[in-house]
């Protein structure tokens, strides 16, 4: 991403051990496609060292469960952090909120953005920190329903979630009860960072299945949905409302990435009615689901529809796998993760080696990525096919998000 450096907008992310792994990943990445930096932050830790994650859904038990998430690396110091030279703070959920409650620094941090007016999202428990800041007092505020009465008894004008995605703006707070109101949450930070977002009426569709990634499927869904596009995800022999099954990609030491459960996944579109013409962009996650999903021939035909008609499609990691049976990769340049580049160059595609893994290309009306790190350029990349552009104004100047560094 290339981006202005007199314009660009700065925020901080409030990290720690077992934040939940979407609050922490979904706005890291979103944030830093839509060309706004963000330093992601512990107390005691350094740039370069890791935060273990939480994964916290509701599965049928009085409160949600919890299991281990992805490893999420931090790319500031916490020691280094100077508000005034940020404009803007986020707070991720989780469990971690509970113990960076009782931190001094942590809590004088965030007073600091409080005071200065700057815009301060917090999702789920963060408001915990909130409320021992003393930032809520007098102020409408939301968030899991289990920190209310902790934010009552802070002197908060507690706004009950109706449901799971509410989120609620009161002065430059804006607060979110849970993961799932990502779309607005996000939509809402940006807008108070001076952002606005254009050509975002799109319609883009994702070709989902059990164990794809949980970060591939999520963020760029979630990232695509807060620009205001209108975002289907479907799966062969599934309905809306039905559920995927993810898993948990991570690089830990081993030879090849380690794999655990993820969060499920909720399809929101008939796969069988799905009219493929009627879509804008295709969006193929990576994972385990694209490797018997290329075995299915609907799912071939839509890939063909879109690759043929010269409509946007983006596809990260394994999701290559579909592309290539699809057969429509001949003559193009591609990445993907690095095991599946038997399966690219078998279909005539030029190999474009992911160095770093992060790394991600554009060729005609194709974008392809290696792996979740690289969401950021992965989804910019793609808002340029669409033209959705982010424009944040900062001292009479305009900031537009410029991909074209990375297009072969």
Not at 8 to 36: H, N, S, T
Not at 52 to 61: C, F, K, M
Not at 70 to 85: Q, W
Not at 358 to 379: K, M, S, Y
Request: aromatic share 8%.
């Amino acid at each position: 991403m290339a981006t202005s450096a007199m314009s660009e907008k700065r925020v901080v992310l409030l990290c720690g051990d077992y934040a939940e792994d979407y609050e922490v990943m979904v706005p890291f990445q979103a944030l830093l496609a839509y060309g706004i930096s963000v330093d992601a932050v512990c107390p005691g830790k350094k740039a370069g060292e890791t935060c273990r994650t939480a994964i916290h859904q509701l599965s049928g038990h009085q409160t949600y469960t919890e299991i281990r998430g992805h490893n999420f690396t931090l790319n500031a110091s916490f020691e280094d952090i100077d508000h005034t030279k940020y404009d803007g703070l986020v707070i991720a959920g989780g469990r971690a909120p509970e113990y960076l409650a009782m931190d001094a620094f942590v809590l004088n941090m965030v007073r600091n953005f409080v005071n200065s007016g700057k815009p301060v999202a917090s999702i789920c428990h963060g408001q915990l920190i909130l409320a021992a800041a003393g930032a809520v007092g007098g102020l409408k505020c939301t968030g899991f329903p289990a920190v209310g009465p902790t934010l009552i008894a802070a002197g908060a004008l507690w706004i009950e979630p109706d449901t799971l995605a509410a989120c609620v703006v009161d002065g430059n707070i804006i607060t979110a009860a849970t993961y799932i109101g990502h779309p607005e949450f996000i939509r809402l930070f940006v807008k108070a960072l001076g952002g606005t977002i254009s050509k975002s009426n799109k319609r883009i569709l994702f070709l989902c299945g059990d164990y794809m990634e949980d970060y591939e499927v999520t963020v760029p869904f979630q990232s695509l949905q807060a620009l205001g596009c209108h975002v289907d995800a479907v799966c062969p022999k599934k309905k809306a409302g039905d559920l995927c099954p993810t898993a948990v990609h991570d690089f830990e030491g081993d030879q090849t990435y380690s794999e655990k459960p993820g969060h499920d996944f909720t399809l929101t579109a008939n796969f069988e009615d799905i009219d493929a013409s009627s879509y804008d962009a295709l969006v193929i996650p990576g994972g385990r689901a694209p490797e018997y999903l290329a075995l299915d021939g609907k799912v071939i035909d839509i890939a063909k529809h879109f690759m043929e008609s010269e409509k946007p499609v983006a596809s990260i990691c394994h999701g290559q796998q579909i592309l290539a049976a699809a057969g429509v990769l001949k003559g193009k340049k591609c990445t993907a993760y690095p095991a599946v580049k038997l399966n690219v160059v078998l279909a005539g595609a030029t190999w474009l080696e992911p160095e770093p893994i992060d790394r991600c290309f554009t060729h005609g009306n194709l974008v392809t990525g290696a792996a979740w790190p690289g969401h950021p350029e992965f989804i910019s990349q793609l808002m340029d096919l669409l033209g959705i552009k982010v424009f944040l104004c900062a001292e009479e100047m305009v900031m537009v998000m410029d991909v074209s560094s990375f297009v072969e």
